[in-house]
């Protein structure tokens, strides 16, 4: 399972999009709302995936959502 991870970047004031296996992000955007969108779109692209969002103050991350094939 291939997780795309959400991350908030404090320097940047900005929402992030991480591959799992990449260094890089994928997508940025300043709406949360946007980027899970975004990150929607490429789960189902790249099956099977799943949206994890990152809170910074917890150690747990939150499952938004899961493609299996």
Known sequence: MVKLRIIYNYEKKIWELF?????ERIACNHNVYNLIVSANTIAKLIKPAQIVFVPQN?????VINEYIE
């Open 19 to 23: 591959h799992e296996d990449l260094i």
């Open 58 to 62: 917890l150690l747990k991350e939150i």
